[in-house]
Structures are given as structure tokens and as C-alpha cells.
């Protein structure tokens, strides 16, 4: 796994997400900010989690670790409160009600053994042809899925048949530091 986050770089990273988020919704503008941290400044995936009243309303992120760390997580929250398909922009009414998560992961790695893959504490990434889903650890813990269930949501939100990972999906795994407000 690479490098931890202190409490304080996480503080910080929940502090400016919110800023970051507001700022878009009332002016459409992204919140430019330079810390002085390396480990802020370091290329790193990350996913945005956000929910309202406790029912999910974006999650977007970048799993591969492409741009720094902040300015990924600024991305990747304005994505998640303006463009997850899935749901209803989030409104300057709902920013109050809505919970920041953030997780920063680590680098996937394939494996060929499912039973490596520990609940909780690996998140998965499921692959085949130009399909591919990938589900944070804290997901089946969430669900209370096992291992199992687990890959088969896994292909499901990669569009492929349930047991695609019994029958030559490729399956990688990565670790990620979840931490909200």
C-alpha cells in the first residue's frame, strides 16, 4: 500500500472537497488550491463517495493514479455531485445533508486466487474485453456480501453475466484509505 494519510491531510482533503463543491454549484467555477504536501501533491486514484440523508447520490473516482491527489479529489467531487448518471444533480439545499467520503487507493494488482480477496479491506476491479466494473472495499461491508456475491456484483456493474469471474474474467484487487465527515 502506499503512503498513509495523517488525520490532519485527510481534514484537509474533507474541508476542501466541500469548499470545491460549493464553489461549482454557485459560481461553476473549480477551486484551485496548491498545498504544500508532497503527499497531497502525489499521484494517487481516488473515488468520491457522497450521500444525502444516508442514500447515495454520486460516486465517481479514477482508479489509476494519473494527476495529484487534490486536485484528482476536487475533480472527481464535482463529478460525483454534478454528473453520476445515475442520479439528480446535488443542489446548494442538499450540500447540508450531503456526507463527503472520500477514498484514496492504492495501485490494482490481478489476481488469479478470489480467495485472496478479503472483505473490507480489498476493493475489486473485474474486466473482460472492454467491460469492466470496480466496487471500493467498503461495498460489501455496506451490502454484508461475501466473497461470492461480491464478484458477482462485480461483473454485474461491469455488464457481464454474474459468473463472468468463473469463466475467464480478469479480477484485480487494491487496497484504499476510506475516510469521511
Known amino acids: 500500500m502506499d503512503k498513509k494519510l495523517n488525520k490532519t491531510q485527510e481534514d484537509l482533503l474533507l474541508k476542501t472537497t466541500r469548499k470545491a463543491i460549493k464553489l461549482y ?31 447515495l447520490r454520486g460516486c465517481i473516482g479514477c482508479p489509476l493514479p494519473v494527476q495529484p491527489l487534490l486536485e484528482t479529489v476536487i475533480k472527481m467531487a464535482i463529478s460525483a455531485a454534478t454528473e453520476d448518471y445515475r442520479f439528480e444533480p446535488i443542489s446548494l439545499n442538499d450540500l447540508p445533508d450531503t456526507k463527503i467520503e472520500i477514498s484514496v487507493l492504492g495501485l490494482p494488482r490481478k489476481t488469479d486466487n478470489v480467495s485472496e480477496i478479503k472483505i473490507g479491506t480489498h476493493g475489486i476491479i473485474v474486466s473482460q474485453g472492454s467491460s469492466k466494473g470496480l466496487l471500493l472495499p467498503q461495498v460489501p461491508v455496506e451490502w454484508e456480501w461475501d466473497r461470492e456475491t461480491y464478484l458477482r456484483h462485480g461483473c454485474l456493474k461491469a455488464g457481464l453475466p454474474e459468473d463472468a469471474w468463473k469463466k475467464g474474467a480478469t479480477i484485480e484487487i487494491f487496497c484504499a484509505q476510506v475516510f469521511s465527515e
Open 25 to 55: 454549484l454557485k459560481k461553476g467555477k473549480a477551486l484551485k488550491f496548491h498545498p504544500e504536501d508532497d503527499l497531497l501533491n502525489e499521484n494517487r486514484g481516488v473515488f468520491v463517495t457522497l450521500k444525502t440523508g444516508g442514500e
